[in-house]
């Protein structure tokens, strides 16, 4: 269970959600990328853990892995060789869809805006998400923490940002920058990102909410927060 913390009774009017270790799994994502650079699942999957440890990047984990790897080549050649990027109904965790559709019945607009690639946001609109909006990084040309990401959230969201809830498990991509942008934040425990920084007392003094599953968000946010 995560912690519920509410800071003050406001005025949500729509809840913004970031993609990975969000709404997605990343098992999949760095399984075929360990499959393509042929190393071990484990010795990626330790990597990754070692680098967001570090706060760094999660793609430094692949740099280190093929030292002067250039990423867009290797994307290209994945996707050449008919083994490119992938996103199915498995890949969402099991409550994202009544999580986002209890949201959107509550009256709330309901936005999906992460660091993603084009093919993501391609293949996240194939799913039919319970969503007013699918945005991806690539696509607007400006990523988080990026106070311009956060520009262009506020803008799709057609919200001021103290009515806007960005959703998210990475403190450094998601709830600082969002909370310094303005926004309502949440911090889910979920992923790599999430468990490792559940507790941190200044992700803790910073986020709206603290929460173990996306389920518990919505609920609290519909019982807690009235959207006007």
């Not at 075929?32 to 190393?39: K, P, R, T």
Request: aromatic residues 8%.
């Amino acid at each position: 269970m995560g912690h519920l913390i509410l800071r003050e009774v406001c005025v949500i009017r729509a809840v913004a959600f970031d993609v990975g270790e969000t709404l997605t799994c990343d098992d999949r994502y760095w399984n075929a990328w360990a499959d393509w650079l042929g190393v071990p699942r484990h010795t990626l999957s330790a990597t990754v853990g070692a680098v967001v440890a570090r706060g760094q990047d999660n793609a430094e984990a692949l740099r280190l892995l093929r030292p002067g790897v250039d990423l867009a080549a290797e994307y290209a050649a994945r996707e050449a060789a008919g083994r490119g990027e992938d996103l199915t109904e498995d890949d969402l965790y099991p409550d994202v869809r009544a999580a986002l559709a209890s949201l959107r019945a509550a009256g709330l607009r309901v936005v999906v805006a992460g660091n993603q690639t084009e093919r993501a946001g391609v293949l996240l609109r194939g799913l039919d998400l319970p969503a007013d909006a699918v945005a991806m990084s690539t696509e607007w040309g400006v990523a988080k923490p990026q106070p311009e990401f956060f520009d262009r959230l506020i803008e799709l969201t057609g919200h001021p940002a103290d009515e806007i809830l960005y959703v998210g498990d990475h403190p450094a991509n998601d709830v600082f920058p969002a909370h310094a942008a303005g926004l309502r934040t949440a911090h889910i425990r979920r992923g790599p990102w999430g468990y490792l920084w559940a507790d941190d007392p200044k992700v803790r003094a910073v986020a709206d909410w603290s929460v173990g599953s996306l389920e518990e968000l919505a609920n609290t946010v519909i019982r807690e927060v009235s959207p006007g």
